[in-house]
Nanobody
Framework: QLQLVESGGGLVQPGGSLRLSCAAS????????IGWFRQAPGKEREGVSC????????DYADSVKDRFTISRDNAKNTVYLQMNNLKPEDTAVYYC????????????????WGQGTQVTVSS
């Protein structure tokens, strides 16, 4: 059973940066595509970014393109989300999820989820 743990969230000022990590506490991420999602209060969970199991393909929501970068280190069993130039509207709980198959930003495709990490962007 794959178990995911997110870390790296926190409070940051607008324009700042954070790097989120998604690690497997049980199982291996090698054969899974990974997605990052976020959910702000009162809003639906939305796909932010995803990466293929090899790391060769990545996709981003329009709202984070050119600011966020997803990457993975399969040797460390970890996927990262580098977030730069953060805006108040990026405030949300961020979740990583794993799917056996093609990377997608559609949350319904994902079988395994982490518990989430809070990101707050505020001055």
């Amino acid at each position: 059973q794959l178990q995911l743990v997110e870390s790296g969230g926190g409070l940051v000022q607008p324009g700042g940066s954070l790097r989120l990590s998604c690690a497997a506490s049980a199982g291996t991420l090698d054969y899974y595509a990974i997605g990052w999602f976020r959910q702000a209060p009162g809003k639906e969970r939305e796909g932010v970014s995803c990466i293929s199991h090899s790391g060769g393909k990545a996709d981003y929501a329009d709202s984070v393109k050119d600011r966020f970068t997803i990457s993975r280190d399969n040797a460390k069993n970890t996927v990262y989300l580098q977030m730069n130039n953060l805006k108040p509207e990026d405030t949300a709980v961020y979740y990583c999820a794993a799917v056996w198959g093609r990377a997608t930003k559609k949350r319904s495709q994902y079988a395994y989820w982490g518990q989430g990490t809070q990101v707050t962007v505020s001055s």
